[in-house]
């Protein structure tokens, strides 16, 4: 059986999009007959975390955990960062023997894999799903073309010529790779999936739950909700999607918000939203448990993607655009490229001009304005997830790089997935 090392920034049980992803991915394999284990760095876990197992078990997965604290100036820290992350890999590769090292992004992850790749003759594939100097531009904590930045950028492209294999999640990374002069043929598209046995079957909605959450019209009937569930970033554009309610409101006076979720600019909406003309009209959740927010999708009829144009937003694809479709949602979402990879305007989503509240207002109000077509493009948008976006089918693309760097170590894996 083929073992396959996953090595991670962070894994379960913390709960983020880079998790979920890590968790289907995982899941999938082993369906397929891979034995799949991981590793995290340094950044799982506050420094000196008492207590916690150097090992752990999560969903059935398992997760190493690296030891250690990486303290000094910029630079030198992530240097030994590096280093201590490496150990850990290079001690866990000498007691689980595994054919091929699998490191996602960032390229910290990729860097240690890389040193252990080398000096064990491992093949290595490494994985972005993002660039994250753009990612720390897009959260406020970067600025593009710093030197931070530009060092950042130059690490990614050292672990990218380094390894055996090149995977991204969506075209717009491919492409810009390509144009740094990856060729082409070292890199495959690894799109961002559903766990459609997890997250596929919607649950009927609860009459009592949008009574409290305040989602009920004049006439004591749910109303039309618009929804939000995910991390309130600043790249995220919640603050025009807030801005647009006013103008959504006052040709369709029942419209409601819902925003699930929490993050670094949820005091600031929530401040904005108090504000609002629209304020009665908006209503915050908070942070739920994972299992509990098919609950949240099934009280909306419109999950709106209000994320604002950069680098970030047109390189990268979403996974929460998906997961709508798959529960079913009519999906609304600003015209930058990820968004654009996953849907086509007026058959499976609605564009609209990003960084614009009244192109999203009127976008809005057109979809509830006429819901002839609901239906159907619902359909179509479900359809357009099972057959592109179905975890299931799309491991089975892991098999073919990992036997472009491994071909004795997948062939023995074959007859299981079969």
Known sequence: MTKVLHVLDHSL???????????????????????????????????????????????????????????????WREWREIALFAEAIDALCEEWQP???????????????????RKRGIPLVYEIRAFWEDAAVGNGVG???????????SLENHVVAGADAVVTICSGLRNDL???GTSPSRIT????????????????PDDALAAELGLLGADGARAPVLGFIGSFYDYEGLDDLIAAMPMLTAVQP??????????????ALRAQAAASPAAGAIHFVGRVPHHEVERYYALTDIMVYPRKKSRLTDLVTPLKPLEAMAQGKLVAASDVGGHRELMSDGET??????DN?????????????????????????????????????NAQRYQLVYQTVSPHAVASALPAAA
């Open 254 to 267: 029942d419209a409601r918000l819902l925003l699930v979720g929490g993050g670094p600019c949820a005091e």
């Open 13 to 75: 049980p913390l709960h983020s999009g880079y998790t979920f992803r890590t968790r289907a991915i995982l899941k999938a394999q082993q369906a397929l007959g891979i034995e799949v284990r991981g590793i995290t760095g340094l950044r799982h876990m506050a420094p000196g975390a008492d207590g916690a197992p150097d090992c752990e078990e999560a969903d059935g997965l398992l997760f190493n955990r690296t030891r250690g604290q990486a303290d000094g100036p910029a630079v």
């Open 99 to 117: 054919d091929i090292l699998h490191a996602h992004s960032p390229a910290l992850c990729g860097m240690a894999a890389l040193k252990v790749a």
């Open 349 to 354: 989503g609605t564009l609209f001009t990003p």
């Open 189 to 204: 598209i690894m799109p961002n999936g559903v766990d459609l046995e997890m997250f596929g079957q919607p649950v009927p």
């Open 143 to 153: 600025r593009e073309n710093s030197l931070k930045y530009r060092l950042t950028r």
């Open 357 to 393: 509240p009244a192109a999203c207002a009127r976008s809005l109000a057109s979809l509830l304005a006429d819901r002839s077509g609901w239906d159907e493009r619902r359909a179509r948008a479900r359809a357009h997830v099972l057959a592109n976006h179905d975890w299931a089918r």
């Open 178 to 180: 390509i144009a740094r």
